[in-house]
C-alpha cells in the first residue's frame, strides 16, 4: 500500500490555498525610489513570490505531517505484533552516532524537498493561470519617492 504523501490534501485544495492568499490583495503599491528604473511588475512580482513561498511551505508541512502519521502508524502496528523487533530497532535508533545522524537528516531533508518540488510542479501550470488572471484583475498604485 503506497503511503499519502501529503496527508490527504488533493491539488484542488492546494490550489484552493493559493487563492486565498493570491486574491487577499487586489490593489498593490508599487514603489519606485528616487535613484530606480520603474519595474512595473515589482510590487505584483513581490506578491506572488510570496503567495507561491506560502504554498511551498504548505506543500511542505503537508509532506511532513504525512510522514509523522505513517511514522506513528507503524509504531502503533509494530508494538502489537513484535515487541522484540520494536526493541531492536530502538536500540539501532539509539546507537546512531552524530555523523550518521547528520546523513540521515540530510537525506531525509533532500527526500522531503523532492517529493516538495515533484508536487509543485503538478501544479505549476493551474497556479500560472491564476497569477495571469490575477494580473489583469488587480489594481496596481505607482509611486515614485
Not at 46 to 73: P, S
Not at 94 to 120: D, T
Request: proline share 1%; charged share 30%.
Amino acid at each position: 500500500m503506497e503511503m499519502d504523501k501529503f496527508n490527504g490534501v488533493t491539488n484542488a485544495e492546494f490550489i484552493d490555498y493559493f487563492k486565498i492568499d493570491l486574491h487577499s490583495r487586489m490593489e498593490i503599491i508599487n514603489y519606485t525610489y528616487p535613484h530606480e528604473l520603474l519595474d512595473e511588475d515589482a510590487g505584483f512580482g513581490e506578491h506572488v513570490h510570496r503567495c507561491t513561498a506560502l504554498l511551498k511551505d504548505y506543500i511542505l508541512l503537508c509532506f511532513r505531517n504525512a510522514k509523522a502519521a505513517g511514522q506513528q502508524k507503524d509504531a502503533l502496528e509494530s508494538t502489537g505484533t513484535d515487541t522484540q523487533q520494536t526493541d531492536s530497532s530502538h536500540t539501532q535508533t539509539g546507537q546512531e552516532n552524530p555523523a550518521q545522524r547528520s546523513e540521515r537528516l540530510e537525506i531525509e531533508r533532500k527526500q522531503e524537498n523532492e517529493q516538495s518540488a515533484l508536487k509543485y510542479l503538478e501544479l505549476r501550470d493551474e497556479i500560472g493561470r491564476l497569477i495571469d488572471e490575477h494580473r489583469e484583475n488587480v489594481k496596481i498604485i505607482y509611486v515614485d519617492l
